[in-house]
């Protein structure tokens, strides 16, 4: 089955522990993404990739960071966790720019 | 950067009714607007897209238009029913790479 895959689903964690939020899929897409979901702001992409080892901010990178070593994975750290970085989280991945964007689960973040 | 508004921001039509949500891009370089159904609890999907040589497209119930000109694209959804109800997302692809950018998203209710 195509899908989008995310890990954990839900996290609670304190201030400054760092965390890895964990995206992978199987569509072979060259297309990932990481959004970010809040109230009444939408989603807000925060990085994206276009290919294996090619990575660009989106437009809220700041206190986050990703890696594409591999064209299925596409990681999201979060180095030192801040409460405003409580949020939904979401993962996509495409065929490219102009084909459907297939989004993860989400992974529910509270940071304390 | 590109600034997408969508409105409005909660709708509420009876059950067979049409209902129609606009959105405005200020990048005029963006050339490509994807519409995504969010219902609750789940993922964003893919309902519809539009590129901008084109100025309409429909499938079944749901048409888009856009005005380049004008800069605004609108979702059209004809003989709602009441599992048409989410929240529903404009974006915009901005000029370079995969790099997207999304309305504030609009609560449709379609009462029965």
């Known amino acids: 089955e195509a899908q989008v895959t995310q890990n954990p689903r839900y996290l609670i964690t304190v201030t400054g522990k760092k965390l890895t939020v964990t995206c992978s899929q199987n569509?072979?897409?060259?297309?990932m993404s990481w959004y970010r979901q809040d109230p009444g702001l939408g989603l807000r992409q925060i990085y994206y990739?276009?290919?294996?080892?090619?990575?660009d901010k989106g437009d809220v990178p700041e206190g986050y960071k990703v890696s594409r070593k591999e064209k299925r994975n596409f990681p999201l750290i979060l180095e030192s966790p801040s409460p405003n970085q409580t949020s939904l989280y979401f993962c996509?991945?495409?065929?490219?720019?102009?084909?459907?964007?297939?989004f993860g689960p989400g992974t529910r973040l509270l940071v304390l | 950067g590109e600034n997408v508004e969508q409105h409005p921001s909660t709708l509420s039509v009876q059950e067979g009714d049409s209902a129609v949500i606009k959105c405005t891009y200020s990048?005029?370089?963006?050339?490509?607007f994807p519409w995504y159904k969010q219902e609750l609890g789940k993922r964003p999907q893919l309902i519809i897209d539009?590129?901008?040589?084109?100025g309409e497209k429909k499938d079944q119930r749901i048409a888009v238009t856009l005005n380049k000109t004008a800069k605004h694209f609108s979702l059209h959804i004809t003989e709602t029913q009441p599992e048409d109800s989410a929240v529903y997302f404009c974006a915009a692809r901005g000029d370079t790479g995969n790099q997207f950018y999304f309305g504030t998203g609009t609560s449709l209710t379609v009462i029965p």
């Open positions: 990739s276009m290919n294996v080892e090619v990575t």
């Open positions: 996509a991945s495409s065929g490219d720019s102009e084909e459907t964007q297939y």
């Open positions: 569509m072979n897409h060259e297309y």
């Open positions: 539009i590129r901008s040589n084109v």
């Open positions: 990048d005029s370089a963006s050339n490509y």
